[in-house]
């Protein structure tokens, strides 16, 4: 495989014949993700660019070695060709990349880039930038995505293996903590069984304010390689464990907290109208409960395991983080609509 850089794109490009020249080409690494190599290619609009290449790296850029399969892209690529699939028709203001090539040999493929002056979701929320219609926008596609492919077993086939999820999510975080934290083990390895067997819809897993693009009107969704058809509950746990995480954020930076509060309503309202809509009482009560254990397991996570965070050092919250995390599995909170009325006791704990 050769890998790829800023250095030999161009020429690359211009080899394998996807570009007629590389003078006056462009490119810029993309940062945020640990697990490829993302590349910009801009330059002469005659040339079809911008573009974004993808290349796998087998180890992934964290302090603890973490490895996963090349062959995760070739997920990545059938996920959100599925996706393209379901949401096709679907008045939405969420898009989704194109796919453009795709280099089996060299592990790579293209899409089309995001729209100019686009800003990552998680980049706009640590500087103060909440806005709730987002989280609004986050709701309905995230659950277009869930209702529109619950229980189709004609999707199941193609996307049902459970290996990159594992390897990239289950592992990291679950079973990584559960080998370091006693208290919290029961609780993980029932998340991981669960994340194993359960087949109900598509499901993201990397739903998160950094792979959400936000530019004027819209958003893009971006980064599909640990997609999978399995339980929609982890895709409520592991972008809601984010948007707590901010509120911890801004709270500790004094920030407006009731403002990143409101996102977890705002996502709330506009998901569980769908939802319920959709499914009958026994199956939306389990989502619920398994969306809270997710929600624990994601937040516990994310300042213990593999990929944590890379703001909220504060060792007071991060503790508290945890604090919350058993609670959650405990049952201290029945119903996610009031998790932002729940919250604000936690938040200003770690300050006293």
């Given amino acids: 495989m050769e890998l790829l850089d800023e250095s030999n794109l161009a020429d690359y490009l211009v080899r394998q014949g996807r570009l007629a020249q590389a003078h006056g080409v462009r490119v810029r690494q993309l940062a945020g993700g640990v697990s490829n190599v993302v590349l910009y290619v801009d330059g002469p609009g005659e040339l079809g660019l911008p573009i974004v290449v993808k290349q796998v790296r087998r180890q992934l850029r964290t302090p603890q070695p973490w490895f996963s399969t090349p062959e995760r892209i070739w ?6 060709k599925a996706c393209q699939q379901v949401l096709a028709g679907v008045q939405l203001p969420i898009q989704l990349p194109e796919v453009l090539w795709e280099d089996r040999a060299n592990y790579a493929f293209a899409m089309t880039a995001a729209p100019p002056g686009h800003r990552t979701w998680k980049s706009l929320l640590l500087q103060g930038e909440v806005d709730p219609q987002v989280a609004r926008w986050c709701g309905q596609v995230l659950a277009q995505l869930h209702t529109r492919t619950w229980n189709r077993p004609d999707l199941a086939p193609e ?6 999820f594992d390897q990239l999510r289950l592992d990291p975080y679950y079973r990584f903590v559960a080998e ?3 208290q919290a083990r029961p609780h993980l390895e029932r998340l991981i069984q669960e994340g194993l067997t359960r ?11 950094k792979n959400l693009l936000v530019y004027p009107g819209g958003l893009m969704m971006v980064d599909f390689e640990t997609g ?3 339980d929609p509950a982890f895709d409520l746990g592991f972008f809601h464990a984010h948007l707590v995480l901010k509120c911890f954020h801004a709270q500790h930076q004094g ?3 009731a403002a990143y509060l409101k996102l977890l309503e705002a996502f709330w309202e506009t998901y569980a109208a ?3 809509a959709h499914l009958d009482q026994e199956a939306w009560l389990g989502m619920k409960q398994r969306f809270l254990a997710h929600l624990a397991g994601c937040l516990l996570a994310r300042v213990a395991g593999k990929s944590q965070i890379d703001y909220l050092h504060h060792p007071p919250a991060r503790a508290t983080v945890r604090q919350l995390a058993l609670a959650l599995w405990e049952g201290k909170l029945h119903d996610p609509a009031r998790l932002a009325q729940w919250l604000p006791p936690w938040l200003e704990s770690f300050r006293q």
């Fill in 199 to 209: 087949r109900h819809s598509l499901v993201h897993a990397d739903f998160s304010p």
């Fill in 180 to 182: 370091r934290d006693p």
């Fill in 75 to 80: 997920r990545e690529v059938a996920f959100l």
């Fill in 159 to 164: 996307l049902d293996d459970r290996q990159v």
């Fill in 228 to 230: 999978h058809f399995g």
């Fill in 255 to 257: 920030l407006d907290r």
């Fill in 274 to 276: 769908a939802m319920q």
